[in-house]
Nanobody
């Protein structure tokens, strides 16, 4: 079992930056693909980013590409999402996930999820 705990969410003005962290316990993350997803009220869960086990490959949703950066520190069992140039449409609950998905964008292929952290971007 893997327990994931996100932190770092909050309120920020448009154009600002926030950094999210996701710390794992119970099992090392080094063998898992890690993903970030987000869900705004009334909307479906959306793929944000994914990173392979080594951190050598990252993948981003079109809406965040060029603004968000996903990284991992396997020694600390933690992953990070740096969010820059935030927009009001980035407002959502952000979830960290771990798994071995065949397709990184498929949320249902991730086995473990954090409880989520709220990100609110004001205009």
């Amino acid at each position: 079992q893997v327990q994931l705990v996100e932190s770092g969410g909050g309120l920020v003005q448009a154009g600002g930056s926030l950094g999210l962290s996701c710390a794992a316990s119970g099992r090392t993350l080094s063998s898992y693909v890690m993903g970030w997803f987000r869900q705004a009220p009334g909307k479906e869960r959306e793929f944000v980013a994914a990173i392979n086990w080594s951190g050598g490959n990252t993948y981003y949703g079109d809406s965040v590409k060029g603004r968000f950066t996903f990284s991992r520190d396997n020694a600390r069992n933690t992953v990070y999402l740096q969010m820059n140039s935030l927009k009001p449409e980035d407002t959502a609950v952000y979830y960290c996930a771990a798994g071995r998905p065949a397709y990184y964008t498929h949320s249902y292929e991730y086995n473990y999820w954090g409880q989520g952290t709220q990100v609110t971007v004001s205009s």
